[in-house]
């Protein structure tokens, strides 16, 4: 039976205004400025101060702009570091580009893919209308990457530099997706009618075409070679000519992809820890890597994170970053909004609760660049991000302990750090992966 709102009701919750102290000061505040500068607590600009005993120089960061490609910045920024170093070349970037538009492209074909295997199911079917929902889009995760690189290599930023739709998104992901939905249908009524698979392949195959052209229009034609030229820091020159991408990569990047292992902190009751999952439909490329994670608890993930950090080697990682954070100041802290106490209202939830109930998933990609340990604990984070040098300490947040806690999702780390007994876990459970439904939060995309 539903239950209205009554008058009586109404009146109560009026009256009960008067039981909640400094109600006048707080609404006086939070119509004035907003609930977030009225409930901001300037302790955590000071509980923050970017110091941290163990810190890797990583130069100047990069500059996602409008764009939800956070994860490719990301990741390459973890690939590029060390390249920085070795050939002294200050604030070198690798091409985010290349690898959007390859994603674009394999995503395209992803979504042909998955339309062709569901086409005997209705469209209101659940798993159709999330495929239909969005065909491609520019988020990601680290493996979906690491499988563009595999197959396609990488280029440095000079040679397939940023255009206005690698920068400013929106209107290619338009574009793309009305295109995939209107020949999505057309492989669906071709199956649904009775065309052989040669024929539905053919078909497709044209499609893609038409999607080989947007891209290349809107973004450029990729190279196949290209002369690597360049002035180190000491002023010498230094020229290769004639390199594929994946001739590039092998030499200047070197780094051995297949070492690195994606790590979760889920804490629901479907996702037991030290074992291995999937996500049905996550991914980008067809006969591709498969994403991949093992759940871990928070206090395993942190050791690892550190080691990784003691090590040389920063870290790619996945979070919620519109949840609790200063973009301005580059802070990140459960503490630096006190809206509980603005409305005296308690709204702590459990992190599994969050998750369960859509309060919370990862949606941005950043790299653990520092640590700053007090008697062997962490007490705070440096992180670089991809959102250019005007936010936070010149393009860097830090993060809180709590934060971390709270709202950090994911994270990288190299084989030689895990035990062995989290190497083998990690193998074993990979043959086989619990697989999780499409939209699981553990499948959400970083942007």
């Known amino acids: 039976m539903t239950k209205e709102i009554t008058n009586e009701a109404i009146a109560n919750f009026a009256a009960d205004l008067d039981k909640h102290p400094g109600i006048n000061i707080a609404s006086r505040a939070a119509q004035q400025n907003g609930i977030y500068k009225a409930s901001q607590n300037l302790q955590s600009k000071i509980d923050l101060e970017p110091t941290f005993s163990i810190e890797i120089d990583t130069g100047k960061p990069a500059d996602q702009k409008q764009s939800g490609r956070c994860w490719m910045f990301s990741a390459l920024n973890t690939m590029r570091h060390p390249l920085q170093k070795e050939y002294k070349v200050k604030d070198f970037e690798l091409s985010q580009n290349y690898t959007n538009f390859w994603d674009k492209f394999e995503k395209s074909n992803w979504f042909f893919e998955n339309v062709i295997a569901t086409a005997d199911k209705p469209l209101g079917d659940r798993k159709v209308s999330f495929l239909f929902a969005t065909p491609q889009q520019d988020g990601g995760q680290w493996d979906m990457l690491c499988g563009l690189i595999?197959?396609?290599?990488?280029?440095?930023?000079?040679?397939?530099?940023?255009?206005?739709?690698?920068?400013?998104?929106?209107?290619?992901?338009?574009?793309?997706?009305?295109?995939?939905?209107?020949?999505g249908l057309a492989l669906r009524a071709m199956i649904n009618s009775g065309k052989t698979e040669n024929e539905v392949t053919a078909r497709k195959n044209e499609f893609l075409n038409d999607v080989f052209r947007v891209l290349v229009i809107s973004l450029g034609m990729?190279?196949?070679?290209?002369?690597?030229?360049?002035?180190?820091?000491?002023?010498?020159?230094?020229?290769?000519a004639d390199l594929t991408p994946k001739e590039f990569f092998d030499k200047y990047v070197g780094m051995n992809l297949e070492d690195h292992v994606s790590i979760i902190n889920s804490p629901t009751t479907d996702k037991p820890y030290h074992k291995v999952f999937s996500v049905e439909y996550l991914g980008n490329i067809v006969g591709g890597r498969q994403v991949r994670h093992m759940n871990l608890e928070i206090s395993e993930m942190k050791d690892l994170i550190i080691q990784q950090l003691k090590g040389g080697e920063v870290v790619w990682f996945g979070s919620n970053v519109g949840k609790d954070s200063e973009r301005q100041l580059g802070l990140l802290d459960t503490k630096i909004y006190q809206r509980d106490e603005l409305f005296d209202i308690d709204m702590s939830m459990s992190k599994g609760d969050k998750l369960d109930s859509g309060e919370s998933m990862m949606d941005h990609a950043m790299v653990i660049t520092g640590v700053d340990l007090v008697e062997g604990k962490p007490t705070k984070w440096k992180i670089e991000n991809s959102w250019g040098e005007k936010p936070g300490f010149k393009g860097y947040f830090v993060m809180s302990d709590t934060w971390f806690d709270a709202f950090v999702y994911q994270a990288v780390i190299n084989r030689k750090f895990l035990s062995d007994t989290l190497k083998t876990e990690f193998d074993e459970g990979a043959k086989d992966p619990i697989q999780l439904l499409p939209w699981d939060p553990m499948g959400a995309l970083a942007k």
Do not use: C, M, Q, W
Not at 153 to 182: C, H, Q
Not at 224 to 233: G, M
């Open 150 to 183: 595999e197959k396609y290599g990488i280029v440095p930023k000079a040679v397939y530099p940023e255009t206005a739709n690698a920068t400013s998104s929106s209107a290619l992901n338009d574009t793309l997706n009305t295109l995939l939905r209107k020949d």
């Open 222 to 240: 990729p190279p196949k070679k290209f002369d690597f030229e360049y002035k180190d820091d000491d002023g010498n020159y230094h020229r290769e």
